[in-house]
């Protein structure tokens, strides 16, 4: 094999390494350095190195635990340098590096008890709330600014700020990197959970692009609920995660072979994955029998009613519409009236989705939501009111961003 080749291979691995890797390896890097820039700075200094070494040297049994040892060692040298010019740099860099001990192990355990802990000092509560959720998609997840601006309707350079702010309030009032104690967790809870969901969510919908999902994503927000289970299993919890397994079921049958959507009831039914159905399913019943249901739990209650239904005729929308009922007295959302819409649509018939839908556009509260205007005008078609089905299709797709879901408003107005 040529030397140009067996480069470009090992260029090839450490790009999937990175997509692989990377933000378990900052998680450990902040652990270890204790300052977020500088643990970015070492992780970018890693793969670097990766680039420049694996090539004449080969890549290291354990890629993961090479690369935060020479980002650690980098950051080292990093700081050692600047102290010349910065004498207060010099107890840090004696602090990061220990003398010269090298790095600790790195162990898959330990790999997810530091991403835990960046998880939970991200989310800590002095920090706003919609800074901790941005914070934790772009530190623990790898979401660009871009990616986050989109998800919160918020340009990318005020996000970015958002970002910038709250490291530095991390730093400032020594937030500490580490899982609270029990009797603090339970307040940290609910913007943990909002955070790992709005993961799933990404990799479930990928907001914008040419792919539906992101399944590197959803498994990241599986593992995630998966260790919150271990750590603190609340209904809510348990709930979040049985929500996560029954939508990710489904994910096989969610696009065609060429990457186009298929929608719920043209899906292939014998592509769900049983196996996170039954586990999903398990996990609802367990929640429930706490009797604390919660959001979590009730919208995995509702996948869960689809999840069972062996074919779309015989989904319980009664079962369905009630179960919305209960989660919107709960937490009232103008998504959530959009989606009890929807089911009344299937139990009542389109007349009676529409006249929902309608109030809840009337309200203005989604009246830039492409979802919002997609199924308005599926219930008009169902209606034969072709000319208002034209016009709600045609807003829908001036909303879009992601590829295929463009594509199936085409295919839509194509057929109308």
Not at 19 to 27: C, I, K
Not at 312 to 323: C, K, N, R, S
Request: aromatic share 4%; net charge negative.
């Amino acid at each position: 094999m040529r030397s140009e080749d067996a480069a470009e291979r090992v260029r090839e691995m450490v790009d999937a390494v990175y997509r692989a890797e990377s933000r378990r390896v900052l998680a450990t890097l902040i652990r270890l350095l204790g300052d977020f820039d500088l643990a970015e700075e070492a992780l970018h200094d890693a793969f670097t190195a990766a680039v420049e070494r694996w090539p004449a040297e080969g890549v290291p049994a354990n890629p993961r635990a090479w690369l935060v040892s020479t980002g650690r060692f980098k950051a080292i040298d990093q700081l050692r340098r600047r102290a010349r010019f910065d004498v207060s740099l010099a107890s840090l860099a004696d602090r990061v590096g220990d003398g010269v001990s090298p790095a600790p192990e790195v162990d898959d355990n330990g790999v997810e008890d530091d991403r835990l802990r960046l998880i939970f000092t991200c989310c800590h509560p002095a920090l706003p709330p919609d800074a901790r959720v941005a914070l934790t998609l772009r530190e623990v997840c790898g979401l660009t600014t871009e990616e986050i601006a989109r998800a919160f309707l918020t340009a990318p350079p005020t996000l970015a700020q958002r970002i910038v702010r709250a490291k530095g309030k991390i730093r400032d009032a020594g937030i500490p990197y580490q899982i609270p104690g029990r009797t603090d967790l339970p307040e940290r809870l609910d913007t943990v959970l909002q955070v790992v969901y709005l993961v799933f969510n990404e990799g479930y919908s990928a907001s914008a692009g040419a792919a539906v999902t992101r399944p590197d994503l959803s498994a990241d927000a599986i593992r995630l609920g998966r260790l919150l289970v271990e750590l603190l299993p609340d209904p809510e919890v348990l709930g979040l995660l049985a929500l996560m397994l029954l939508h990710d079921a489904r994910r096989a049958a969610r696009t065609s072979r060429d990457g186009e959507i298929v929608l719920l009831d043209d899906q292939d039914r014998s592509l769900w994955d049983r196996g996170q159905i039954a586990e999903g399913v398990a996990l609802v019943e367990r929640a429930l029998a706490a009797r604390r249901a919660g959001p979590y739990v009730l919208q995995a209650a509702i996948a869960a009613v689809h999840a069972e239904a062996a074919t779309p005729a015989a989904t319980d929308w009664a079962e369905i519409v009630g179960l919305y009922d209960v989660l919107l007295r709960l937490a009232p959302s103008p998504v959530v009236e959009l989606n009890r819409a929807a089911a009344v649509a299937m139990r009542d018939g389109p007349e009676a989705g529409l006249t929902a839908v309608d109030a809840i556009l009337a309200r203005g509260e989604l009246g830039d939501y492409h979802l919002a205007h997609s199924a308005r005008g599926e219930l008009l078609r169902r209606l034969g009111r072709r000319d208002e089905a034209i016009a709600a299709y045609r807003r829908a797709l001036a909303l879009a961003v992601q590829d295929p879901e463009r594509r199936l408003l085409e295919k839509r107005l194509h057929g109308l």
